[in-house]
């Protein structure tokens, strides 16, 4: 599978509209399975906002043209890259999406400069904490968001 990573505008309506799907569809499936921190869903008009301040990435799948995932970026005050609403689309789980993209977000870091890449993962997520630490990913950290508490979790880039 090959995917292209679209850079996403505040412009970008239909793109804005596939990022959201992507993030219900995300949110619903978690739900499934007991996970509720992402309950409200995000509006599109937030999504909008953050491709003025924030690198947007929408993935799309080469052979079937679909959408599969999203993430945003933005390089802190620390000079890290910070990754937020990571989101694979449930019918793409386990097809190695996930791991292709935290390879496009390491180069990206690496093109910029970023000592580190740092996410925040919800504390009641066994198997994504288990992913980013297969991926060389380590926690240190805590924060309390306003419903749930999340792992703050680094990786150093070489």
Not at 9 to 30: A, H, P, Q, V
């Amino acid at each position: 599978m090959m995917e292209e990573f679209i850079l996403v505008k505040s412009t970008d309506d239909l793109y804005i509209s596939e990022i959201y799907k992507i993030l219900f569809r995300c949110g619903l499936n978690m739900m499934k399975k007991g996970m509720f921190h992402w309950l409200k869903p995000y509006s599109k008009e937030s999504i909008r906002k953050d491709c003025v301040n924030k690198t947007v990435v929408l993935v799309r799948d080469f052979s079937t043209r679909e959408f599969t995932s999203s993430f945003q970026m933005f390089v802190n005050e620390e000079g890290n890259l910070y990754v937020r609403k990571i989101a694979t689309s449930p019918k793409y789980e386990g097809k190695g999406i996930g791991r292709r993209n935290m390879q496009y977000m390491e180069d990206f870091a690496r093109k910029n400069g970023c000592p580190k890449i740092c996410l925040d993962v919800y504390k009641k997520s066994p198997r994504a904490i288990g992913f980013y630490k297969k991926l060389g990913f380590e926690i240190k950290g805590e924060t309390k968001a306003r419903f749930f508490s999340e792992y703050i979790m680094e990786k150093i880039i070489n």
